[in-house]
């Protein structure tokens, strides 16, 4: 069974200052893999997604992450945060092709301080 | 439509009241989820529809919770009898795994409270 678990329900840094949200899954087949961010009262927005092809991929708003097959390790990175940053991100999982459920981590609340 | 819709946005009702919460995907998308987000929580996986394929309810949390998707489009939630620990916000979201395209949108969610 797919599963992902996400390091850290709580993150805070200083504007400025590298953003590292951690994400490990597990899965039995080739995965997809996604970050989603939460804003206040609002949905949820995709930032990126590997599905196949390089393992670095860029997203909206700076963000990156790595797709590591033996850490089985999808961290979430930005070089420098800003205090827009500030919200909740969730890292999920789908197997690729056929059946898509998205199973998605406990999340992450980054804070960002002046 | 543009985006995922969810209605109503708000909904307030009493303890032991049935409630349905809509969804209306993104024209075309063939997959539609379901999922609650308790206050602090993170994401719980309710109920997913896939084409016509049957839809995977391991995520209802009891009897008491049902969804159906008509035409393959709209979807209601349904929960009878609410309880307190219902009160959450419930996220729908749509995708076209058809075409490879695993990306899940959201909508806004319906903050649902059981008073």
């Known amino acids: 069974a797919q599963s992902v678990t996400q390091l850290g329900s709580h993150v805070s840094v200083s504007e400025g200052a590298l953003v590292l949200l951690r994400c490990n899954y597990s899965s039995s087949v080739p995965p997809y893999l996604f970050w989603y961010v939460q804003y206040p009262n609002q949905g949820l927005q995709l930032l990126l997604k590997?599905?196949?092809?390089?393992?670095l991929v860029k997203g909206i708003n700076g963000f990156e992450a790595e797709f590591k097959k033996s850490e089985t390790s999808f961290h979430l990175t930005k070089p420098s945060a800003h205090m827009s940053d500030a919200a909740e991100y969730f890292c999920a999982v789908s197997e690729s092709g056929g059946y898509n459920k998205l199973i998605f981590g406990a999340g992450t609340r980054l804070a960002v301080h002046p | 439509g543009a985006g995922v819709s969810q209605s109503p946005s708000n909904k307030v009702t009493e303890k032991g009241k049935d409630v349905e919460l809509r969804c209306d995907p993104i024209s075309g998308h063939t997959a539609l989820y379901w999922y609650r987000q308790s206050l602090g929580q993170g994401l719980e996986f309710l109920i997913y529809f896939q084409g016509n394929s049957a839809p995977d309810k391991s995520g209802l949390p009891s009897d008491r919770f049902s969804a159906e998707r008509t035409g393959g489009s709209v979807s209601t939630l349904t929960i009878q009898r609410t309880q307190q620990e219902d009160s959450a916000v419930y996220l729908c979201?749509?995708?076209?795994?058809?075409?490879?395209?695993?990306?899940?949108?959201f909508g806004q969610g319906t903050r649902l409270t059981v008073v």
């Open positions: 979201a749509s995708s076209f795994p058809d075409r490879g395209d695993t990306e899940a949108f």
């Open positions: 590997y599905t196949t092809g390089a393992t």
